[in-house]
């Protein structure tokens, strides 16, 4: 990045200081969601949107945003119970991100949806988030006549 001038050295050590390996992981991510979601954008005609600033939003709110991104995920994504399948099984946070990033290269959800599932270097929240996303996506997918047994993501069985 510093060599093709997108960064200047200065804000590559800003962003990665050194013996910061979770961070580089972290940053990697981000950057992905953004390009993802700016190749989103210019297929589509539209800007790409900007972030809002300032608190986090409170337990009702962020539970709000939660279904809100699961109805997205939802409408927007193709064998959607392989994708929670990969979600349920995702054993640390870098797994939690690599999930969620192939929800923003397909469109189904966006870069600030990222940021709000996965905030920088809190991962008992991005652990939490996550089960929330999850039990809202277990109920739909239920719903849908697709039950969780076991380990697996099975159809019901119509009797």
Known sequence: MVRTGWL????????????????????RDILLAVIYE???????????PTLSEGEPPQLDEALSKVAS???????????LPAWVGSLRTARSPSQI?????????????GF???????PLQ??????QLRDYLLAFLFDVL??????????ELDEVKQE
């Not at 239920?142 to 380990?151: L, N």
């Open 97 to 109: 991100r690599r999930v969620y990033l192939r929800a923003v290269e397909r469109g189904a959800m």
């Open 122 to 127: 809190d991962s008992s929240m991005t652990w």
């Open 142 to 151: 239920r719903q849908q006549g697709i039950a969780i047994e076991g380990d």
């Open 8 to 27: 200047r050295h200065d804000e590559f050590y800003a962003l990665l200081p050194p013996g910061e390996t979770v961070a580089a992981g972290e940053l």
């Open 38 to 48: 700016a190749i989103q954008c210019q297929d589509a005609g539209q800007p790409f």
């Open 69 to 79: 991104i699961g109805k997205r995920i939802v409408e927007h994504l193709d064998n």
């Open 112 to 118: 600030a949806d990222f940021t709000f599932l996965t």
